[in-house]
């Protein structure tokens, strides 16, 4: 199978001689798109376990992927660092030691450099290059691939690493033309970064960007508006540094923690207390909330079990965190402004913060209510919302998030079986089998597709289980002479139908401006995206698939 054979490595670290596929190869036994955790393990496994040739094509300059990209203020990771993390490496787990509770993004990109470099995967890499269409050839049963520069690839596997949230969305407001000022989108900041200081800033958006944003551009800004369209929950992540302690339990401990990971329907380091909200008293239920919140972070969604389940239980959590915006913003109206929230708590991605609410005690921060008063245009000196009202504004800040899930994918001209545009076959919404792979399109792997766990988890645990699941699936190929891999239309229309059930399970559907559903993306087909039935069922279920021999796909 592999084009370009070399003799097979234990470890790429200790003999660094295999070599670097030549600038002008252009046909791979595996082509990877994107070079973030997903790209990164998955050019390991296919180069180094299986001896493949594979190529990654990223179109930043460096590797990191939401990491490289993303470097707004306040830009860090809401996973805790010993979870945030690959964990297929012991000696690589042990090795790296994370400094802060929450990473902060030069961190984490400082870790994935080290990974890239351990496993001298960069010399596999293509940087600056950006996969604008991939086209399946079924003659020849290999991708064709094309970049922005015209370059042309081919590959018999197309793997798609190119993330969850790492298309921009600038919402489209008339008049952004005619700033005079300068603006920003948080998830394509300049690696030189911003200067605030004696500016008025707006920020458009208080999702977790916004919320992870706001306080640390207060800090500098002279002014800082923040427009809030969608009033949001969010929990004190209490991040500090990590004490030597701290950090000789987690090397300590990595087979616990991994295992912990693996097991838990999340994919963090810590279990889900196994207690509903009414099997306690109400005092009972206000201390354990209190002690979540003094805990802080994503683990005060783990005090109780029953909290996406329940819509009574999850009120109680509501109105805990709710009570909380009360008392620590001191403007009544303001106050109001950020508690007003109509969705159940965590039913969107549920943020968690450094003195968010905090910041709006400052005498240089406003809150600006945009469903009250919606923006109606950006002028050449601010924005403008509908009652009239201007604002004066010399940065403008987008954290309006992504195209989520799926916008990465369709950016790109993907056609499979006769010429099929995955535009056409996805335009009632995504529709794939494990989040894996699309019927029509063979030897075609979506790493963390729609329809698998991946934002609902603690993604590098959800990626890890699908690179290996691929992994494992193309070496089965390998051994047993198969060429082409592509899910059973049938076995599609069984897994959309869990999708939706596992999905209708919880609270998750029921936010109608969630991005989980695409609402932030006008024409979107609003469709639950994320299989919500827990990552250590998805991964029963995957792993039950491949031993009944890749039950649901057709393999020729
Ligand atoms: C601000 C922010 C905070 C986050 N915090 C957390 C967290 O706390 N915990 C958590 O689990 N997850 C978090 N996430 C989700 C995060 O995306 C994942 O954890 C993880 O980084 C995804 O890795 P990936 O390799 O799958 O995708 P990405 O990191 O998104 O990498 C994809 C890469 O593909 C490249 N690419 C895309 N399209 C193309 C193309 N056509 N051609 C070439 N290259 C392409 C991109 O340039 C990018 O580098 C966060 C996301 C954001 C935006």
Not at 127 to 140: I, L, N, Q, S, W
Not at 405 to 414: K, N
Not at 431 to 437: I, K, P, S
């Amino acid at each position: 199978m592999a084009t370009a054979k070399t003799a097979r490595k234990k470890s790429p670290q200790r003999a660094p001689t295999r070599k670097a596929p030549a600038r002008k190869q252009s046909a791979f036994d595996a082509l990877i798109i994107g070079a973030g955790f997903s790209g990164l393990y998955q050019l390991y496994c296919l180069r180094d376990r299986l001896d493949l040739s594979a190529l990654v094509l990223e179109a930043g300059d460096g590797v990191g992927g939401t990491w490289y990209w993303n470097r707004y203020p306040g830009a860090r990771c809401d996973s805790e660092s010993h979870s945030y993390c690959f964990t297929f490496d012991e000696k690589l787990y042990k090795e790296w030691q994370w400094s802060e509770r929450y990473p902060g993004h030069a961190e984490v990109r400082r870790y994935l450099n080290h990974v890239a470099d351990r496993f001298d995967l960069k010399r596999s890499i293509r940087f600056g290059t950006r996969v604008t269409a991939a086209h399946y050839d079924e003659a020849a049963n290999r991708w064709q691939v094309t970049t922005e520069a015209g370059e042309r690839l081919t590959a018999k596997f197309l793997i798609t690493a190119v993330g969850c949230l790492s298309t921009a969305n600038v919402p489209n407001i008339p008049g952004l033309d005619s700033f005079k000022g300068r603006w920003v989108h948080t998830g394509q900041w300049p690696h030189e970064g911003v200067d605030f200081t004696g500016k008025r800033v707006g920020l458009i958006g208080t999702g977790s960007t916004g919320i992870q944003a706001t306080p640390v551009i207060a800090e500098t800004a002279k002014h800082l508006t923040v427009f809030q369209r969608t009033p949001n929950y969010s929990v004190p992540a209490r991040n500090v540094p990590l004490t030597a302690e701290f950090q000789r339990y987690v090397r300590e401990n990595y087979p616990e923690l991994a295992r912990t990971m693996r097991r838990t329907p999340n994919g963090h380091a810590f279990v889900i207390e196994d207690r509903s909200v009414f099997d306690v008293t109400p005092e009972e239920r206000q201390a354990i909330y209190e002690a979540a919140w003094e805990v802080g972070g994503l683990q005060f969604r783990a005090a109780f079990r029953d909290l996406l389940a329940d819509k009574a239980a999850n009120d109680t959590a509501a109105d805990f965190i709710k009570s909380k915006i009360r008392q620590v913003v001191k403007d009544k109206a303001t106050a109001e402004k950020l508690a007003n929230i109509d969705h159940p708590y965590a039913a969107k991605r549920p943020p968690i913060d450094t003195d968010y609410f905090e910041a709006f005690n400052r005498d240089n921060v406003a809150l600006v209510d945009v469903r009250a008063d919606p923006i109606e245009a950006i002028t050449a000196t601010g924005i403008r919302t509908r009652s009239g009202t201007e604002y004066p504004l010399d940065i403008i800040v987008f954290a309006t998030g992504f195209d989520a899930m799926t916008g990465p994918l369709l950016r790109m001209d993907i056609r499979g079986r006769d010429g099929l545009p995955l535009a056409e076959a996805w335009k009632a919404g995504p529709r794939n089998y494990l989040g894996l792979q699309v019927a029509g399109f063979p030897n075609l792997f979506t790493i963390t597709g729609p329809g698998s766990p991946s934002v609902l988890c603690n993604m590098p645990v959800a990626i890890e289980q699908h690179v290996d699941w691929i992994t494992g699936c193309i070496a089965h190929m390998r051994a047993n002479r198969v060429e082409r891999i592509e899910a059973r239309p049938e076995a599609v229309e069984r897994w959309v139908e869990q999708v939706n059930i596992a999905a209708n399970a919880t609270l998750l559907p029921q936010v109608p401006h969630s991005w989980y559903l695409g609402a932030n993306i006008p024409g979107k087909p609003r469709v639950f995206m994320p299989y919500a039935g827990g990552m250590a069922r998805f991964r029963a279920i995957c792993d039950g698939v491949a031993a009944r021999g890749y039950e649901g796909f057709a393999l020729s």
